[in-house]
């Protein structure tokens, strides 16, 4: 089969189901919609998982510790191991200050993204090097905003990033469906 019939192929299947990622950029808007409603419930939630996800590695870990005893690094094997159960149970044991500590460094992190961009920019010329310029500047503005409200922004800043993030593949995937439709 020629790649040129595959790719129809595969841009073809799924109009046949455009009403299914209808439904579920709607689920998704309506869930993202939910979350701007309570993001600091979002947050929390979202650290309890964290922290649950970060114990499972761990254990899962450990028992591959003990499936592996003649492993020259068994031992960091161990540490690691230990230190994401610590860990989990650390942002479980105290989801606050594991919000406010992960809204730090994403602020930080926006912020050293912004510079970047600057950096790249220099490196070009004309709209790329302005939309750089303005995806730095938004990022930095961010960073520093959140940075402003810190320690405040740690309980809101995750759960509203999901909740957008939401919204965002929600709307993205109505509008994908709605283009799956005419293409019929």
């Given at each position: ?40 419930g979002l947050t929390l939630a979202s650290m309890l998982f964290l922290g ?133």
């Amino acid at each position: 089969m020629s790649t040129e019939k595959q790719e129809v192929r595969a841009v073809n299947e799924p109009s046949r189901s455009w009403g299914w990622l209808m439904a579920l950029g709607i689920f998704f808007v309506l869930l993202g919609a939910i979350g701007l409603s309570m993001v600091v419930g979002l947050t929390l939630a979202s650290m309890l998982f964290l922290g649950i996800l970060l114990i499972i590695a761990g254990c899962s870990q450990i028992v591959d510790v003990f499936k592996s005893k003649h492993w020259r690094a068994v031992i960091w094997h161990a540490f690691i191991a230990v230190l994401y159960i610590v860990g989990g149970g650390l942002v479980i044991y105290d989801p606050l200050l594991a919000s406010s500590l992960i809204t730090l460094m994403l602020a930080t992190v926006l912020i050293v993204i912004g510079l970047s961009r600057f950096i790249m920019a220099s490196t070009l010329k004309g709209s790329s090097a302005f939309i750089l310029i303005l995806a730095g500047i938004i990022a930095i503005a961010l960073g520093v905003m959140i940075i402003m409200q810190w320690p405040i922004s740690g309980l809101w800043v995750i759960g509203l990033f999901i909740a957008v993030e939401l919204m965002v593949d929600g709307w993205a995937y109505i509008f994908l469906a709605i283009a799956m439709r005419r293409s019929r």
